[in-house]
């Protein structure tokens, strides 16, 4: 069972570009929630997505937008990049839309310069 | 909304001894809360949960206990190894069921 994988692992961009990271869920899971977490800081929910489309979206602006795909894998997508974005993007994996035995993968870290 | 609050924000305990975090949560309608285990540079791995209709859940070394009259809970690591050395969160889902709420994370420190 390879778990939830998430690509790149690491990302510098210049502000005001654009970025999309890429998460596969686990095996046997169909929704996927993106999180961002700030150093020292607990993670933040951006959007939970469960049969390619956007059930809930937290605190965030439009520039954040996402993707589901048919075989449940999932894109995130950060427009007009602002040095504040920089942080630990994590994709997480759970069962039917909930939220309970969410997997996390190993996160992209994300630098805004 | 809800919102989790976590303490000890650091934590430093000898091996082999307990450790004990804490949370309060302000939504009734959570009932779901998990705690998990972050280590430098990697996403954050699900060690216990437990469900609004359960006090008390126990794994090994691990247990976490839940008090919903008054909105907290707790996870209590015994018997403290190097390797319990991380970052720990405790989080509660929303009323939708849709997102996890997030504590402020402990660092817990083993002493050896």
């Known amino acids: 069972d390879a778990g939830v994988t998430q690509s790149p692992t690491h990302l510098i961009k210049t502000r005001g570009q654009q970025v999309t990271l890429r998460c596969s869920p686990k095996?046997?899971?169909?929704?996927v929630s993106w999180y961002q977490q700030a150093l020292g800081q607990g993670p933040q929910f951006i959007f939970q997505?469960?049969?390619?489309?956007?059930?809930q979206r937290g605190n965030f602006p439009d520039r954040f937008s996402g993707h589901q795909f048919p075989n449940y894998s999932s894109e995130l997508n950060v427009n007009a990049l602002l040095l504040g974005d920089s942080a630990l993007y994590l994709c997480?994996?759970?069962?039917?839309?909930?939220?309970?035995?969410?997997?996390f993968g190993q996160g992209t870290r994300l630098t805004v310069v | 909304g809800e919102n989790v609050e976590q303490h000890p924000s650091t934590l430093s305990v000898q091996e082999g001894d307990s450790a004990v975090i804490k949370c309060t949560y302000s939504?009734?309608?959570?009932?779901?809360f998990p705690w998990y285990k972050q280590e430098l540079g990697k996403g954050p791995q699900l060690i216990i949960d437990?469900?609004?209709n359960v006090g008390e859940k126990k794994d090994q070394r691990i247990a976490v206990t839940l008090n919903k009259t008054a909105k907290h809970f707790s996870l209590h690591i015994t018997e403290t190894q190097p390797e319990d050395s991380a970052v720990y969160f405790c989080?509660?889902?929303?009323?939708?069921?849709?997102?996890?709420?997030w504590g402020a994370g402990t660092k817990l420190i083993i002493k050896p």
């Open positions: 997480a994996s759970s069962f039917s839309g909930r939220v309970s035995e969410a997997f």
């Open positions: 095996s046997g899971h169909d929704t």
């Open positions: 997505y469960y049969e390619e489309e956007e059930r």
């Open positions: 939504d009734s309608a959570s009932n779901y």
């Open positions: 437990i469900r609004s």
């Open positions: 989080a509660a889902s929303s009323g939708s069921n849709y997102q996890l709420i």
